[in-house]
Protein backbone atom coordinates (compact mmCIF):
# COMPACT_ATOMS: atom_id res chain seq x y z
CA UNK A 1 0.00 0.00 0.00
CA UNK A 2 1.08 3.54 -0.91
CA UNK A 3 1.54 6.27 1.64
CA UNK A 4 2.04 9.79 0.59
CA UNK A 5 3.66 12.76 2.62
CA UNK A 6 4.72 16.34 2.81
CA UNK A 7 7.03 17.24 4.65
CA UNK A 8 8.17 21.03 5.02
CA UNK A 9 11.24 22.16 5.96
CA UNK A 10 11.63 25.81 7.68
CA UNK A 11 14.81 27.61 9.34
CA UNK A 12 14.05 27.64 13.17
CA UNK A 13 12.42 30.89 14.53
CA UNK A 14 15.00 31.96 16.58
CA UNK A 15 17.93 31.58 13.81
CA UNK A 16 18.90 33.82 10.54
CA UNK A 17 17.96 32.66 7.18
CA UNK A 18 20.32 34.39 4.58
CA UNK A 19 18.33 33.24 1.58
CA UNK A 20 15.25 34.51 2.98
CA UNK A 21 16.69 38.03 3.87
CA UNK A 22 18.63 37.74 0.19
CA UNK A 23 14.76 37.39 -0.99
CA UNK A 24 13.47 39.88 0.85
CA UNK A 25 16.28 42.06 -0.15
CA UNK A 26 15.19 42.16 -4.09
CA UNK A 27 11.57 42.04 -3.01
CA UNK A 28 12.01 45.91 -1.14
CA UNK A 29 14.35 46.57 -4.19
CA UNK A 30 10.97 45.83 -6.33
CA UNK A 31 9.42 48.56 -4.12
CA UNK A 32 7.38 46.20 -2.44
CA UNK A 33 6.93 46.09 1.19
CA UNK A 34 7.23 43.08 3.08
CA UNK A 35 7.89 42.24 7.14
CA UNK A 36 9.96 39.43 6.50
CA UNK A 37 10.37 36.20 4.52
CA UNK A 38 11.70 32.61 5.46
CA UNK A 39 12.85 30.27 2.71
CA UNK A 40 12.29 26.04 3.14
CA UNK A 41 12.28 22.87 1.45
CA UNK A 42 9.16 20.98 0.44
CA UNK A 43 9.72 17.36 -0.19
CA UNK A 44 6.93 14.82 -1.23
CA UNK A 45 7.53 11.24 -0.37
CA UNK A 46 5.60 7.96 -1.47
CA UNK A 47 6.48 5.18 0.83
CA UNK A 48 5.59 1.60 -0.10
CA UNK A 49 4.31 0.09 3.51
CA UNK A 50 1.67 -1.94 4.74
CA UNK A 51 0.82 -0.68 8.00
CA UNK A 52 0.47 3.58 8.24
CA UNK A 53 1.87 3.76 11.26
CA UNK A 54 5.43 2.32 10.36
CA UNK A 55 4.77 4.50 7.08
CA UNK A 56 4.99 7.47 9.89
CA UNK A 57 7.76 6.08 11.62
CA UNK A 58 9.70 5.97 8.11
CA UNK A 59 8.96 9.35 7.77
CA UNK A 60 9.55 11.02 10.72
CA UNK A 61 13.16 9.22 10.67
CA UNK A 62 13.54 10.55 7.43
CA UNK A 63 12.91 14.24 7.97
CA UNK A 64 15.00 13.84 11.49
CA UNK A 65 17.53 12.44 9.66
CA UNK A 66 17.91 13.42 6.06
CA UNK A 67 15.58 15.68 5.37
CA UNK A 68 16.46 18.52 7.72
CA UNK A 69 19.48 19.67 10.23
CA UNK A 70 17.85 19.51 13.62
CA UNK A 71 20.06 22.01 15.03
CA UNK A 72 19.08 24.46 12.49
CA UNK A 73 15.34 23.94 10.77
CA UNK A 74 12.00 22.79 12.09
CA UNK A 75 10.13 19.93 10.10
CA UNK A 76 6.10 19.21 9.64
CA UNK A 77 5.07 16.47 8.37
CA UNK A 78 1.09 16.20 6.76
CA UNK A 79 -0.27 12.90 4.74
CA UNK A 80 -1.26 13.84 1.57
Known amino acids: MEH ?3 V ?3 PRKDLLDPQGR ?3 G ?3 EMGIKVKD ?3 GKVIEIVIEEKDEGRAWETVEELS ?3 FSNPIIEDYKI ?3
Do not use: D, L, N, T
Request: net charge positive; aromatic share 4%; glycine share 0%.
Open 37 to 39: VKV
Open 64 to 66: RKV
Open 4 to 6: RFR
Open 26 to 28: VIS
Open 8 to 10: IVM
Open 22 to 24: AVK
Open 78 to 80: EKI
